[in-house]
């Protein structure tokens, strides 16, 4: 596919607001495939200390998963074993020109933590979206595509995030091997060309599942009293932190593009020591209804468990099906 075919294609996927995501998932125990038809929660959980520091060793009896309060018996637990599907969503407008080598350099070295199983895509954001490397396990692939990156236009985030995200909930829905999805998205700014709203995104990520994290970078601009913009900025940063912290993710705000290597490391550290789980929904899955979500571990662990905030019912939207 080329990339105006794709830029087009993704335009119409906009236009058409189609938001639902479907289809059915796929597995009982790390080595038994579930049977088709029934709908498995996949959760990515992160695991602290008091220190930040992340807590490894814990097994699936470890774990207390509630669905709006009400505890569910897992019927999936992998620690660091799932493969993943990293989509890397990067900010090329006109304001990256002088930080793109930086970026690309950062961004080449978060590709390289990616093992064997693991597969990687690329995605730019400028007026439009595009999508230059679709999902492959070929490191040199996504490489050059990183490499080839050019910085002009405007900042088109949202539909950037809203093709990510749809891209990831395709191939779970045509595949049944249980992955873990990453969105990673970097940015300098405000989005100023998208066709689809911020709300719109968050709908779409608690229907599809997949992890956020959001580097937010800093533009340097110098400091002045308190203005309308502003507003327009804090109102963007809490969009982008409420994505991060509702999908189970972080954001990072990095002061400079110096900074990038060590945030997408932190990033790499933080995916290699999740877990995986998944249930299968005690009760009836139908209706549409939001499903609050909250994973627990003993107090004498003595951290906290992070994950997505819940999922939507019915659909087989639990899997971003």
Do not use: C
């Amino acid at each position: 596919m080329t990339r105006h075919e794709f830029t087009r294609i993704a335009h119409a996927l906009i236009v058409s607001g189609a938001l639902a995501s479907t289809g059915s998932s796929g597995a009982a125990a790390q080595s038994r495939a579930y049977r088709s038809g029934v709908e498995l929660v996949p959760l990515t959980v992160t695991v602290t200390n008091r220190a930040g520091e992340y807590v490894k060793g814990l097994t699936g009896s470890d774990f207390t998963v509630l669905e709006d309060g009400v505890p569910q018996p897992l019927a999936f637990f992998a620690a660091g074993t799932v493969p993943i599907d990293l989509a890397l969503v990067l900010d090329t407008s006109a304001s990256m020109a002088r930080t793109m080598p930086l970026v690309r350099a950062a961004a080449k070295g978060l590709i390289q933590t990616l093992r064997q199983g693991d597969r990687g895509a690329v995605l730019t954001v400028s007026g439009s979206v595009a999508m230059p490397q679709g999902l492959t396990g070929n490191g040199d692939a996504l490489s050059a595509a990183i490499d080839a990156l050019p910085a002009d236009g405007r900042t088109a985030l949202y539909d950037a995030l809203y093709v990510a995200l749809r891209e990831l909930a395709r191939e779970r829905r045509e595949h049944t091997e249980v992955r873990r999805q990453v969105v990673v998205v970097l940015s300098d700014g405000l989005d100023n060309a998208s066709h689809v709203s911020a709300d719109d995104v968050a709908s779409t990520a608690r229907r599809v599942g997949a992890s956020i994290y959001a580097i937010a970078l800093s533009n340097s601009r110098e400091p002045h009293h308190a203005s309308p913009w502003d507003r327009v900025e804090a109102r963007a940063a809490f969009e982008m932190q409420t994505l991060a912290t509702e999908s189970g993710g972080r954001m990072f705000r990095p002061t400079s593009a110096r900074e990038l290597p060590q945030t997408y490391q932190a990033i790499a550290n933080e995916l290699a020591s999740q877990y995986d789980l998944g249930y299968v929904p005690a009760g009836p899955v139908g209706g549409g209804s939001f499903r609050r979500v909250a994973v627990r571990v003993p107090p004498a662990v003595r951290a906290v468990a992070r994950t997505r905030s819940g999922y939507y019912a019915g659909g087989d939207s639990a899997s971003g099906r």
